[in-house]
Nanobody, 122 residues
Framework: QVQLVESGGGLVQPGGSLRLSCAASGGIFSITSMAWHRQAPGKERELVANINSGGTINYADSVKGRFTISRDDAKNTMYLQMNSLKPEDTAIYYC????????????????WGRGTQVTVSS
């Protein structure tokens, strides 16, 4: 059973930093793509940053220059370094991964973590 588990959320003051982690486990053959999404109260879930297996990265305009996404394939883990945090960054941050479980002939499936709370407040 594939699981994605986020960690590293918490309460920080504006201008502070947090580093989120997402660890994937459970019969993983390969991870094609990983991403961080977030959802603030009363708002739609939005893409924060994405990184594929080749290292291609995309960021939402709202976080570009402040956040850095990375992945460690040996550990099946993704990270999000968040600097210069703003109150509008407050949200539940969710890990996403497209994972192939059964080998080269297997299709990929989408998985989501349960989220980690990030609160930016003075």
């Amino acid at each position: 059973q594939v699981q994605l588990v986020e960690s590293g959320g918490g309460l920080v003051q504006p201008g502070g930093s947090l580093r989120l982690s997402c660890a994937a486990s459970g019969g993983i053959f390969s991870i094609t793509s990983m991403a961080w999404h977030r959802q603030a109260p009363g708002k739609e879930r939005e893409l924060v940053a994405n990184i594929n297996s080749g290292g291609t990265i995309n960021y939402a305009d709202s976080v570009k220059g402040r956040f850095t996404i990375s992945r460690d394939d040996a550990k099946n883990t993704m990270y999000l370094q968040m600097n210069s945090l703003k109150p509008e960054d407050t949200a539940i941050y969710y890990c996403y991964a497209r994972i192939r479980r059964g080998g080269l002939a297997s299709r990929g499936y989408d998985y989501w973590g349960r989220g980690t709370q990030v609160t930016v407040s003075s």
